[in-house]
């Protein structure tokens, strides 16, 4: 197949045919964005739409269309018990557990990605600075998980945290953690906490998956030679480097962990194998085993799906990348993929570099593969794939894969853009995706907070939330529901069982502050107070006319 471009296609046009040739380097950004069928479309559309999206902003506040309102849930530092656990730093995804027989009532699961040194010790802090031994633990706690009690208060109508519940705990970048099935890495079968907790999932056996994602910022990450040895990777971050003060193995780290969130018991599973995972998103097969879905969120790394061999558990499987150009999945599998004896001499390594495994066997160099849904009508599996500037894509997709007679299990898929980024599109970077009860699918973006109203992303403003029909003449196309403060990004999107909240992660806002003596943002308290990430609960009426409205469309 040729991998031309024809630059009169549009750019909706390319990137349908990119989604089945990524080896093509044309520059997207360069094409022209008038695109009058599309205009027409959305004009259309706005006259069909239950509110009147909003135009991008660049204020410091947590801005929302009418007929949407938000109350503070959580934020960084909140006290959670009296261990003196606190809130942890820079909340991403979120997975709520409702009490039996109740739906405004729970214990909600909420990852803490990573640090901004500088807040959390209350001076500035560069890449040179020293920091004491005591200070990295601070550090250590501050991220991974916590699980909180919420409940919808009878007095206010507004969801808040049940102060003090047994259930309230953390997880965090010091609590021991075994590996699944006793199994060793690198001499132990316990890791030190978790840490770069992005995305995740949840199984049908009511445990929530959370993913560490940029686990080379916190432990200098290795790569395998072919003699099996390993070296540091050239690339790899120092941006928090704890390796200056624990030499805990980074290979502990870039696992999938499954947590109890009733106990908080623990585990990571090399079964689905070792890479930045951005999220972990199950689909059950008609067998009743799980499969996973989980993108690595580097520029030009693969796409992964991880099939169980038994129902009920993801103790052992196959690992599978993708390759999108002959819509495959080849597994990462020593005896089925024979190649990977190039530089592999068991299985346990395959999946400890499990990078390395994919482009030995011909994954597809993906564009930031993130947040992964799977549409609840369809079954189509909805990918973000936010950018890739090393390709020339500054505003990313949402690729959509189709498995081989709808089943899970299938070998073979095909694929296709469903959504492209860009000012026509009027949303970049795509990163976070959530479904609500209709069917409809919500995403975030995620223009990095250096970059946020700059060059090509000034036309955006801040982050948003948008929403994004999925059915009737206005499906594919999003509207701007919500922007976020300075700085910051929305993550983590999650309806509540009933539907009546949409709960949301408000994350590094002021990030690119130059000091803590000059904050870019003071969200959410405002004043001169430092800013702080925060979970917040979106409701209002706008949110019911949306389910109406899709209702009609059908
Ligand atoms: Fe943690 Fe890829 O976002
Ligand atoms: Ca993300
Ligand atoms: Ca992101």
Not at 15 to 33: D, E, H, M, Q
Not at 196 to 224: H, K, M, S
Request: include cysteine; proline fraction near 6%.
């Amino acid at each position: 197949m040729s991998l031309t471009f024809n630059p009169s296609q549009s750019r909706r046009e390319f990137l349908a045919f990119f989604g089945r040739s990524t080896a093509a380097v044309a520059a997207i950004s360069a094409f022209p964005f008038a695109l009058t069928a599309c205009s027409t479309t959305r004009e259309s559309a706005l006259g069909r739409l239950p509110f009147q999206p909003m135009l991008p902003s660049t204020a410091d506040e947590l801005k929302l269309v009418p007929g949407l309102q938000y109350t503070k849930v959580l934020e960084w530092g909140d006290s959670l018990n009296a261990q003196g656990e606190r809130f942890g730093f820079n909340n991403d995804f979120l997975q709520f557990f409702a009490a039996a027989n109740k739906t405004d009532e729970g214990v909600l699961w909420v990852n803490h990605e990573y640090l901004n040194p500088s807040f959390i010790h209350g001076r500035d802090i560069d890449r040179k600075s020293v920091r004491s031994k005591k200070e990295i633990e601070t550090e250590m706690d501050a991220v991974g998980g916590s699980l909180v009690a919420i409940r919808r208060s009878t007095d206010t109508g507004h969801w808040e945290m049940v102060k003090n519940s047994p259930y309230n705990r953390r997880v965090t970048g010091r609590t021991p953690i075994p590996f699944a099935g006793n199994q060793k890495i690198k001499g132990s079968s316990t890791a030190i906490g978790t840490l770069g907790n992005c995305a995740g999932g949840r199984t049908p056996w009511g445990t929530v998956l959370t993913c560490e994602e940029n686990y080379q910022d916190f432990y200098v990450d290795r790569e395998i030679q072919s003699d099996g040895t390993t070296r540091p990777m050239k690339s790899g971050s120092d941006f928090v480097n704890w390796s200056a003060v624990f030499n805990h193995p980074p290979e502990h780290y870039g696992w999938v962990v499954e947590v109890n969130p009733w106990t908080g018991a623990a585990q990571k599973h090399v079964s689905l194998g070792r890479f930045g995972h951005e999220c972990a998103t199950v689909r059950q097969a008609a067998d009743g085993r799980c499969v996973v879905y989980s993108g690595d969120d580097w520029q030009e790394k693969c796409l992964y799906k991880f099939v169980a061999d038994q129902p009920g558990n993801l103790e052992k499987g196959t690992l599978y990348t993708a390759n999108l150009e002959r819509g495959e999945w080849i597994p990462l599998d020593l005896e089925k993929s024979p190649v990977l004896k190039k530089l592999f001499k068991n299985q346990t390594d395959v999946l400890i570099y499990a990078r390395q495994a994919a482009e030995l066997v011909g994954g597809t160099k993906c564009h930031r593969p993130e947040d992964i849904e799977i549409c609840p009508r369809t079954g189509a599996v909805y990918i973000a794939m936010t950018n890739c500037v090393i390709q020339n894509d500054y505003h990313g997709y949402i690729l959509k894969l189709e498995e081989e007679n709808n089943d899970p299990l299938s070998l073979k898929f095909k694929s296709s853009t469903f959504l492209a980024g860009g000012p026509d599109a009027t949303i970049s970077c795509p990163d976070n995706l959530a479904f609500d009860p209709k069917g409809n699918l919500w995403v975030t973006s995620d223009i990095s907070s250096s970059k946020i109203g700059k060059g090509d992303y000034q036309p955006f403003g801040n982050n948003g939330l948008f929403f994004v029909p999925m059915s009737g003449p206005s499906a594919g196309l999003a509207f701007q529901v919500a922007s976020a403060p300075v700085d910051a990004e929305f993550t983590g999107p999650l309806f509540s069982p009933d539907g009546k909240t949409l709960f949301l992660s408000v994350q590094h806002p002021g990030e690119e502050s130059p000091s803590i003596h000059q904050l870019t943002s003071h969200w959410p308290n405002g004043g001169s107070e430092i800013p702080r990430s925060a979970v917040v609960a979106i409701e209002g009426p706008t949110l019911q006319k949306i389910y109406d409205a899709t209702s009609l469309e059908g």
